[in-house]
């Protein structure tokens, strides 16, 4: 929970020290946006950190931006589009696969970073006070590094297949935003359970895992019959691979019901991960 700090002054005239009075927020649903902005040095020291950490006492370095998406797409092609023969819209299954898989690595290694965030900053967190929020919302950020690169690589391939992008590229931020809210949303679930329980650490990449195969990466959703498109669409990364490859790949328009579904799926998840890490974030330090 998000600590909000008052100064008073001492009743006795002959002291000059100060009281310092940390209390909860009355409201577990804030998100104190003004003290994130004021801690916004910190948030950017944690991003960079992460960034260099990642990397740091690598042989290729940032080059596994690249290496990661490309050799998943080879291995998809071969096995999905290639033996499997899974239709892609009339699209090139290399770039109909990547397009999917632009948003999809960035929110899975965001959902993965941000879960254990707290833990790995247990000595921050129980010595220095600064918005709680900070840490799962500096993982969610660090991963637009690798998001950028694997996107110039994406546009390389359009180049390639002579795709031109559709209207829909003006929506395409907003889709990213659904991506980054999902990412955010989840992360403060399982970054306020991990606290609690250390093994939802070993859970995660096992839930991303099975998250990828009922998300429509390797194959269209045209394979799902249309009377399930609705609750094809409560997973919220349906609508945001669909936009994309809609935005970048001039493919169909995304069903309006799926995409609604979707968006709502993503609120509910936000406002509940917001709820519930305000919620446990007083034990944190005690927990830790």
């Known amino acids: 929970m998000t600590i909000s700090m008052n100064t008073a002054q001492e009743t006795n005239p002959c ?28 948030l950017s020291m944690f991003v960079w950190r992460d960034i260099a950490v990642r990397y740091k006492q690598s042989l290729i370095g940032i080059g596994w931006a690249v290496i990661q998406p490309v050799m998943t797409m080879i291995i998809f092609s071969l096995i999905f589009g290639y033996l499997a023969k899974l239709p892609s819209e ?22 993965t970073d941000s879960s254990d965030s707290l833990v790995s900053s ?22 637009f590094i690798d998001f950028t690169i694997a996107f110039v ?9 002579q795709i031109a992008p559709s209207y829909g590229i003006f929506l395409l931020p907003a889709f990213m ?21 250390r093994d939802i650490k070993f859970v995660v990449p096992f839930i991303t895992q099975l998250w990828m195969y009922t998300s429509p990466v390797a194959y269209s959703t045209s394979l799902i019959p249309e009377k399930w498109q609705w609750l094809y669409g409560l997973n919220p990364m349906v609508g945001v691979i669909e936009g994309f490859r809609w935005a970048l790949l001039s493919k169909g328009a995304p069903d309006p019901v799926m995409m609604s579904v979707s968006t709502v799926i993503v609120l509910i998840i936000l406002v509940g991960g917001i709820y519930y890490f305000r919620k446990t974030e007083q034990t944190f330090s005690d927990i830790i």
């Open 15 to 42: 002291s000059h020290r100060k009281k310092i009075l940390i209390k909860a927020p009355s409201s577990m649903f804030k998100l104190n946006i003004s003290e994130i902005w004021e801690y916004r040095e910190l």
């Open 90 to 111: 009339g699209i090139p299954y290399p770039i109909y696969t990547f397009c999917a898989l632009l948003p999809w690595n960035y929110f899975a290694r965001s959902l």
């Open 122 to 143: 247990a000595n921050l967190v129980t010595k220095v006070y600064f918005p709680r929020l900070i840490l799962p919302l500096s993982k969610v950020l660090a991963g």
């Open 153 to 161: 690589i994406l546009l390389a391939l359009m180049v390639w297949y």
């Open 177 to 197: 935003l659904i991506a980054i809210l999902t990412a955010f949303g989840i992360g403060l679930w399982l970054t306020a359970l991990n606290v609690k329980y």
